[in-house]
């Protein structure tokens, strides 16, 4: 009878341990957790300044970190985090956020600029593709469901020549940037914001 009560306990306590993973046993997640303090949980964003980083393409990852780290894409504040990841191992920080499942953005859209934004958009899907899914093997990010403040200001450091300064592949992107009005600019950033709700 000992030995029933024993073996029944083991196979307990080993589904238990099966049972009781988290979201602090996913791979990458150790190396990962220093991130959301300012993307959120997940990589799911709940501000309107940060970008969601979950779902994310690990090739588009990789590369902003890199950027980041290098200087190439100049941000005091993403520096040391950038550089932090690529000695923490950013293949398997690009693999944890990839792996997670997008949330759509916090906030509301103003549906005004939703329209304005969509008759827009031909000039990115040259890029992004009409759907603003992006090319992942190209890295060229999937922007939907991406915080409408983030889209703007990034559109906006682009047309200013403060984002990502002296990167050859973003010479035609900055081109088509810089002949569209600031609050067309904003109508964008609604619009690809929107298709991720």
Same mark, same amino acid.
Do not use: W
């Given at each position: 009878?000992?030995?029933?009560?024993?073996? =029944?306990?083991?196979?307990?306590?080993l $589904?238990?341990? %099966?049972?009781?993973?988290?979201?602090?046993?996913?791979? +990458?997640?150790?190396?990962?957790?220093?991130c959301?303090?300012?993307? +959120?949980?997940a +990589?799911? !964003?709940?501000?309107?300044?940060?970008?969601?980083?979950?779902?994310?393409s690990?090739?588009?990852?990789?590369?902003?970190?890199?950027?980041y780290? !290098?200087?190439? $894409?100049?941000?005091?504040?993403?520096?040391?985090?950038?550089?932090?990841?690529?000695?923490?191992? #950013?293949? #398997? =920080?690009? @693999?944890?956020?990839?792996?997670?499942?997008?949330?759509?953005?916090?906030?509301?859209?103003? $549906? #005004?600029a939703?329209?304005? @934004?969509?008759?827009?958009?031909?000039?990115?899907?040259?890029?992004?593709? %009409?759907? @603003?899914?992006?090319?992942?093997?190209?890295? =060229?990010?999937?922007?939907?469901?991406?915080?409408?403040?983030?889209?703007?200001?990034?559109?906006?450091?682009?047309?200013?020549?403060?984002?990502?300064?002296?990167?050859?592949? &973003?010479?035609?992107?900055?081109?088509?940037?810089?002949?569209?009005?600031?609050?067309?600019?904003? %109508? &964008? #950033?609604?619009?690809? !914001? !929107?298709? @991720?709700?």
């Amino acid at each position: 009878m000992r030995a029933v009560i024993v073996a =029944v306990t083991a196979l307990v306590l080993l $589904r238990a341990g %099966d049972a009781g993973a988290g979201p602090l046993d996913t791979p +990458g997640y150790d190396k990962a957790f220093a991130c959301s303090a300012c993307h +959120g949980a997940a +990589g799911n !964003s709940r501000t309107d300044a940060m970008p969601i980083l979950a779902g994310m393409s690990p090739a588009y990852f990789k590369k902003a970190i890199e950027d980041y780290a !290098s200087g190439r $894409r100049p941000s005091p504040e993403m520096e040391p985090y950038a550089k932090m990841v690529r000695t923490l191992g #950013a293949d #398997a =920080v690009a @693999g944890y956020f990839a792996a997670q499942r997008r949330e759509p953005p916090a906030g509301k859209v103003d $549906r #005004a600029a939703v329209t304005r @934004g969509r008759a827009a958009a031909a000039a990115c899907a040259a890029c992004h593709g %009409d759907t @603003g899914k992006g090319d992942a093997a190209r890295a =060229v990010p999937d922007i939907t469901g991406q915080p409408a403040g983030y889209l703007r200001n990034q559109l906006m450091l682009f047309k200013a020549e403060r984002r990502s300064p002296g990167d050859e592949a &973003l010479t035609k992107m900055k081109s088509v940037v810089k002949t569209i009005p600031d609050d067309t600019l904003a %109508d &964008l #950033a609604a619009y690809y !914001s !929107s298709l @991720g709700r």
